[in-house]
């Protein structure tokens, strides 16, 4: 099974680290989160990686490029102009990173990308959002339904604590509570080849457009995830993901 990777957007909310750099090249413990997220497919056995590029799409290609250079250990004979790569570091994935345009959006980067995604179900994520899913029972859930789609959903945390009060007093406080129960879309997709025909152009929406049509057909499925689950939106979340991996308590660290 592959797994389709949106990585084209341009990370306003990121601004501070996306200006120079697209944000799934944004490091958590010194490495991409885009690493982060194939490591974790791959620790499932999910190696052939589909990545659709848009703003500032060539740095992700020079990342892959140079992956194995990068960590290797390396001689370089600047007098013979010769490079001698030692203790060569490979890893089991197939990368193929598409150009799908700037300006697309969600749906339509899948559906410039249709010709690399095979015919079989494949996964889909965001190229920001890092989680402990296991995927292999999101894949068995998807295969025991048949409907065309499902979407990982979960139950993110409060932001702020709370006050129990009690008149003016103050009974009890809460920082950093449970959420208020609601589901919200986790970004950890399985789906048929035949959401495709879901896509009107390079303006669709994968969450506005094809996600609330497949619903509406009853072709959607939901998969409860309860474990953690984090997005990198905000220079607070890659604070928040980056304390976790230095802390040496990065829960969806699963390989």
């Known amino acids: 099974m592959k797994v389709a990777i949106l ?5 306003t909310r990121l601004s501070e680290e996306t200006v120079l750099r697209p944000k799934p090249l944004v490091d958590i413990g010194g490495r991409p989160i885009i ?17 659709c590029l848009g703003y500032k799409g ?6 892959f490029a140079n992956y194995t250079l990068h960590m290797s250990d390396v001689t370089f004979d600047m007098r013979d102009r010769q490079v001698e790569v030692h203790q060569t570091y490979a890893e089991p994935w197939r990368v193929t990173c598409i150009n799908t345009g700037e300006n697309v959006q969600t ?13 079989d179900d494949f996964c889909l994520t965001y190229g920001d959002g890092v989680s402990d899913l296991n995927i ?15 979407v990982t959903a979960v139950q993110p945390g409060g932001r702020y604590g709370t006050l129990d009060l009690d008149g003016s007093m103050v009974s009890q406080f809460v920082e950093k509570p449970p959420g208020d129960g609601a589901w919200i879309n986790g970004g950890f997709f ?8 879901y896509i009107t152009g390079d303006i669709a929406t994968l969450e506005g457009d094809v996600m609330p049509a497949l619903a509406k057909d009853g072709q959607l499925m ?13 220079l607070r979340d890659r604070n928040f993901l980056e304390a976790e991996w230095a802390a040496g308590q990065a829960r969806w660290k699963i390989w």
């Open 58 to 63: 060539y740095m992700v290609k020079e990342y």
């Open 222 to 234: 939901a998969f409860k995830h309860q474990g953690f689950w984090q997005a990198m939106d905000t």
């Open 7 to 11: 990585a084209g957007g341009f990370g």
């Open 136 to 150: 292999r029972d999101l894949i068995a859930f998807h295969k025991s339904h048949g409907k065309l789609a499902t």
């Open 107 to 119: 749906g339509g980067r899948i559906l410039r990308a249709r010709d690399y995604l095979g015919s």
């Open 35 to 51: 690493w982060h997220i194939i490591k974790i497919y791959a620790h499932y056995n999910v190696t052939d990686v589909v990545v």
């Open 190 to 197: 399985i789906a048929s080849p035949k959401i495709l025909d």
